[in-house]
């Protein structure tokens, strides 16, 4: 079974409207859960992260991520898009079934348009 | 506090030869990983090192290896490099091995393109 599911390849919005990039996880343990970003040319950049604290994680530049264990989903979330956001998105999980290594998800292209 | 650093940013070379990668980790941190990232696979991990320790292997052949010096910073080689060995190489750098709560921080990568 795949590991991590980013359901959508290439997301579009508009500035200043909702984002929504959808992560679904395999485990059979308890994994840790990421969001990393890359900006092209660039490495990537630590978003947000859950580690079996509280299941709504706040991460950096206004993005959050909501840990759903019944749904195995890690869904990550902003209010209002920037034009800066436009970027690859990765959602990443580890855990012991992983041998503990980080295992990427596929990644999600976020456009913003003007 | 400096980055993660990775030397060189941009390399080509022909099929057949080896490349070796460098990679600086943030100052303290001791555990370095390795990954490959092409269009067609993503990213992928290839080697952990902690205290100059392999503790993790992904699943690539023999021509890819790896070691950490003392000071942590580490080199990864290919040997006899094939065409599907282009694409870019990120280090990530942590403080303590990867599987619990410490974050990894990413460097730039180094692009390899094998012609």
């Known amino acids: 079974a795949q590991s991590v599911t980013q359901l959508d390849s290439h997301v579009s919005v508009s500035e200043g409207t909702p984002v929504l990039l959808r992560c679904n996880y395999s485990s059979s343990y308890s994994p840790s859960l990421f969001w990393y970003v890359q900006h092209p040319n660039k490495g990537l950049q630590l978003l947000l992260k859950?580690?079996?604290?509280?299941?709504l994680v706040k991460g950096i530049n206004g993005f959050e991520a909501e840990f759903k264990k019944s749904e195995t989903s890690f869904h990550l979330t902003k209010p209002s898009a920037h034009m800066s956001d436009a970027a690859e998105y990765f959602c990443v999980v580890s855990d012991m079934e992983y041998g503990n290594k980080l295992v990427f998800g596929a990644g999600t292209i976020l456009r913003v348009k003007s | 506090k400096a980055g993660v650093t990775q030397t060189p940013r941009y390399l080509i070379k022909t099929r057949g030869q080896q490349v070796t990668l460098s990679c600086s980790p943030i100052s303290g941190h001791r555990s370095v990983s390795w990954y490959q990232q092409t269009p067609g696979q993503g990213l992928q991990f290839l080697f952990e090192y902690f205290s100059e320790t392999q503790r993790n292997k992904g699943n690539f052949p023999g021509r890819f290896s790896g070691r950490q010096f003392s000071n942590s910073r580490s080199e990864m080689n290919v040997s006899t490099l094939e065409l599907g060995d282009s694409a870019l190489y990120l280090c990530?750098?942590?403080?303590?091995?990867?599987?619990?709560?410490?974050?990894?921080?990413f460097g730039p990568g180094t692009r390899l393109t094998v012609l």
């Open positions: 990530a750098s942590s403080l303590f091995p990867s599987g619990g709560t410490d974050t990894q921080y």
């Open positions: 859950y580690t079996s604290a509280a299941t």
